[in-house]
């Protein structure tokens, strides 16, 4: 089984930075794609970033792109999401999952694909 652990959620203001980590143990090889996930109160469940474990080929949404990195450290099995010039628009609980799918060298940004999940970690941006 593979389990999926998130932390460095947290309150920032509008413009600040925070790095979330998710430690990842089990049988994680049977999975291709690792992503951050994230749900605003009300809304529907989105995808941020992933990134393909093979070649490391990074995906992200538009809202995000050139403010957020993902990255992973396959020696201590952990994926990161550095996040900079946060806004309010980016408050909601950030999901880390892991699945084996994927196309192309890159990684979906939908739910779906998504096998395994973490229990998600709080970001709060204040304006």
């Known amino acids: 089984q593979v389990q999926l652990v998130e932390s460095g959620g947290g309150s920032v203001q509008a413009g600040g930075s925070l790095r979330l980590s998710c430690q990842a143990s089990?049988?994680?090889?049977?999975?291709?794609?690792m992503g951050w996930f994230r749900q605003a109160p009300g809304k529907e469940r989105e995808g941020v970033a992933t990134?393909?474990?093979?070649?490391?080929?990074?995906y992200y949404s538009d809202s995000v792109k050139g403010r957020f990195t993902i990255s992973r450290d396959n020696d201590k099995n952990t994926l990161y999401l550095q996040m900079t010039a946060l806004k309010p628009e980016d408050t909601g609980i950030y999901y880390c999952?892991?699945?084996?799918?994927?196309?192309?060298?890159?990684?979906?940004?939908?739910?779906?694909?998504?096998?395994?999940w973490g229990q998600g970690t709080q970001v709060t941006v204040s304006s």
């Open positions: 999952a892991a699945g084996q799918t994927g196309s192309g060298g890159y990684c979906p940004l939908r739910t779906r694909y998504y096998s395994y």
């Open positions: 089990g049988f994680t090889y049977v999975s291709n794609c």
């Open positions: 990134i393909y474990t093979g070649a490391r080929n990074t």
